[in-house]
């Protein structure tokens, strides 16, 4: 995997393939037997909240407004969740879910240290631009999360940021990084990371790409890590 165009084609990230997945973790929830017809109309419910929540906010959103934005009625909806906030875990477990598929394939979790970053940055940028809207809802709508919601929004980025930190202590013990916290250096990256996709149109605007986003990332947190120097 060394393009976006190579992510796309590895991971199935379309909507259909999401709901599908949330059907599958959620069929004690989902009311609807039909498979087709519930992945179809989750796609309707979840495009609609990414889009409601984008546009007002979640917290603001009613029950109301989703179904007459998506064309489902009241009684449609309560078969596919009883609440906003099981919505909302739906769609943040969906994102947890995908975050941890991405991120624990081989070429992230063996190999050389500095390839094992690059691919770790690389995957992270990729999913956040193949599932923007699922993003910038996780981070936009924090504050409307229940406490399982947060909890879950926090295990989420500290499991990322530990997979940072991993890799880079283990560049560090074998010499390819200068020594220095690799914990708050994990922490100093993810904003890096969360830049592509929460301020996207400014990225847009500069005619910036993903892949041109993570060469310049990769290449700017090389400069940050450095390398130890060698004995002579």
């Known amino acids: 995997m060394d393009s976006y165009r190579a992510f796309q084609q590895e991971f199935d990230l ?6 599908l997945r949330i059907l599958d973790r959620h069929q004690t929830t989902i009311r609807v037997r039909k498979a087709e ?3 179809a109309n989750l ?9 409601l929540a984008n546009r007002k906010g979640f917290h603001s959103t009613s ?11 009241m009684g449609a909806l309560y078969s596919y969740f009883d609440s906003k906030d099981t919505l909302l875990l739906m769609i943040l477990g969906q994102v947890v879910d995908a975050i941890q598929q991405v991120l624990t394939t081989p070429d992230v979790t063996t190999g050389g240290v500095e390839n094992r970053l690059r691919a770790l940055i690389a995957r992270h940028v990729y999913l956040t631009e193949r599932m923007g809207p699922w993003f910038v809802f996780a981070f936009m709508e924090a504050k409307a999360f229940s406490k399982q919601g947060r909890d879950m929004a ?3 980025e ?8 991993d890799v880079i202590a283990d560049g560090i013990a074998a010499g390819a990084f200068r020594p220095q916290d690799p914990t708050m250096a994990a922490a100093l990256i ?10 996207r149109g400014k990225y847009r605007r500069r005619g910036v790409d993903p892949d041109g986003f993570v060469a310049a990332l990769v290449q700017a947190v090389g400069a940050m890590l450095g390398s130890s120097p060698q004995p002579a």
């Open 37 to 39: 017809t519930a992945v």
């Open 43 to 51: 796609g309707r419910i979840i495009d609609t909240t990414l889009t």
């Open 190 to 199: 993810k904003p890096m990371l969360q830049d592509w996709y929460v301020k």
């Open 14 to 19: 379309s909507m259909e393939a999401l709901c």
């Open 63 to 73: 029950l109301r407004d989703l179904s007459e934005q998506s064309g489902l009625s």
């Open 154 to 156: 926090i295990e989420s």
């Open 158 to 165: 500290l499991w990322t940021e530990g997979q940072l930190r």
